[in-house]
């Protein structure tokens, strides 16, 4: 599968409550949540869209300074924020909010602020898995389920003409999705960084 063209979808829009502090500019060895995951989509997608709601302002001015300062040049051409005003309305309404302004792509890969910890590596296997009979990709460790996911336009169409209370899991069921689980070695698309202990442990994991 050669020559696709994959937009990258960071959904970044919550207040992170649970956390006690902003997610998306919290230090992950050495760089923020958004940062790593932000280079690490710059490997594999030709655009990167960053939706952006709770303390919008402040995350698009904090993240274009961080990579001025480190010279990412491809930051002004390649990633796009957009801001869902209605993020307390849900998850999916920032999903849908992102996928209104993709613009021409053969696939998206719907990643969450809340899971740094994936190498790069990850990504380059994972679209390796796109094929021509499935349009919506899942990885999977030890037989259960995790993200990013990775869906095409037939997918993204759906997902626009949904209803906003919809989410993710109930339109995977829908009969034209047709998935495909990739059993995978990387424990960390199970990450889930909600809580301040969710935090040091994917700092200092203990096995």
């Not at 919008?56 to 961080?66: D, R």
Request: with cysteine; hydrophobic share 35%.
């Amino acid at each position: 599968m050669k020559n696709l063209k994959i937009t990258g979808l960071i959904v970044s829009a919550g207040k992170s409550g649970r956390m006690g502090n902003f997610k998306p500019l919290m230090d992950y060895k050495g760089e923020t949540f958004l940062q790593k995951i932000v280079l690490n989509l710059n490997t594999v997608c030709e655009k990167i869209i960053i939706v952006t709601g709770f303390k919008s302002e402040i995350l698009q001015k904090e993240t274009i300074k961080i990579f001025n300062n480190k010279s990412e040049k491809f930051l002004n051409d390649k990633v796009q924020f957009v801001e869902n005003e209605n993020y307390e309305k849900g998850m999916f309404t920032s999903l849908q909010k992102g996928l209104s302004v993709i613009g021409n792509c053969n696939w998206v890969l719907y990643h969450f602020v809340d899971q740094p910890g994936l190498p790069q590596e990850f990504y380059i296997d994972f679209v390796d898995q796109i094929d021509n009979i499935h349009n919506w990709i899942q990885p999977s460790y030890d037989n259960r389920n995790g993200h990013p996911v990775l869906f095409n336009a037939e997918v993204i169409d759906l997902i626009l003409n949904s209803d906003k209370n919809l989410n993710l899991r109930e339109l995977s069921k829908i009969a034209c999705v047709k998935k495909k689980s990739w059993e995978c070695y990387y424990k960390n698309i199970l990450q889930d960084i909600d809580t301040q202990e969710d935090y040091l442990e994917s700092i200092n994991p203990v096995d």
